[in-house]
């Protein structure tokens, strides 16, 4: 269906706790956040180092949970498990253990999703993200490429409707960041919703049909793509949104 919502942020504010001895300070993440998710869409979260990207991935996982307004995917709280059925998460840094290889790795996930078949499931997805080469390396021997294909593997598994990718590409040399982009590109054209995050201006613009730029916590502006591709691009749209609005102390002191 067309534009139908799979996911909702409404009104949504995430206020950090930090203690120290003598003193707390709150650190306000997110600010009267809301926006939606549309089924089929490759929509892109931009913002500088610290405004808020990761905040509203870990709350759409359901990892962290807001302090004030409502999120919902397909309707429903993202803590509930049929919520995290439709989602598939890849995290700023993934963790595996290093002494497991690949194969044990993706069978441990598949399990733990239920999944039936997941022989078959798992040899499917390793061929998909071209992993089938290194499928017996041990994770320690693993390069920052290889095991962005992996963190996507595990995030697609158990056929997610909606990929939420937190800097997938970031920290990876040119020839991988074609390839994940191309395999993201891939999974979207199969049918998967795709919510990713990343302070690289022409990474997005490559790949999203949406992009909503994020300053200190808001939504200064949301672009579509024949909106930059008519400007020459998203960057000047980029400077002219943050600026004047990257200067604001979000730290609070409480008593
Ligand atoms: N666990 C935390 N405790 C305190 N402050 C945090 C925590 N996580 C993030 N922040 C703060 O919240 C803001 C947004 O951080 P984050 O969502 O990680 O931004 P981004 O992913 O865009 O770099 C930053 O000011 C950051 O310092
Ligand atoms: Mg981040």
Redesign the pocket.
């Known amino acids: 269906m067309k534009n139908e919502i799979i996911a909702r942020f409404s009104n949504v504010s ?1 206020i ?3 203690k120290r001895l003598y003193s707390a300070r709150k ?4 600010k009267n956040f809301s926006f939606d998710i549309k089924r089929g869409e490759i929509i892109g ?1 931009l ?12 709350l759409l996982a359901g990892l ?1 949970f807001p302090d004030f307004g409502e999120i919902l995917i397909g309707g429903i709280k993202p803590i509930l498990s049929e919520a995290k059925q439709k989602i598939g998460f890849l995290p ?1 840094l993934p963790y595996f253990y290093p002494h497991m290889t690949c194969l044990e790795i993706l069978t441990y996930y598949a399990k733990l999703s239920g999944l039936k078949g997941f022989k078959e499931e798992v040899n499917k997805i390793i061929e998909k993200v071209g992993l089938t080469e290194h499928v017996s390396k041990k994770i320690s021997e693993y390069s920052k490429g290889m095991m962005q294909r992996l963190g996507l593997a595990q995030a697609i598994l158990h056929e997610p409707e909606l990929l939420i990718l ?2 997938p590409v970031s920290g990876l040399d040119p020839l991988a960041i074609h390839e994940v982009r191309n395999l993201i590109a891939g999974i979207n054209k199969d049918g998967t919703t795709v919510f990713l ?1 990343s ?1 690289s201006i022409s990474e997005l613009e490559k790949i999203c049909h949406r992009v909503i730029i ?1 300053s ?2 808001e939504i200064v502006k949301t672009v579509l793509s024949d909106a930059w591709k008519i400007a020459g691009g998203l960057e000047e749209i980029f400077i002219d949104s943050i600026k004047g609005n990257n200067d604001e102390n ?1 730290l609070i002191t409480v008593h």
């Open positions: 995430k950090y706790k930090i650190s306000v993440a997110l979260l913002g500088l180092n610290g405004a808020g990207k990761t905040t509203i991935m870990k962290i700023e937190d800097e995050s302070h994020l200190r916590g979000r």
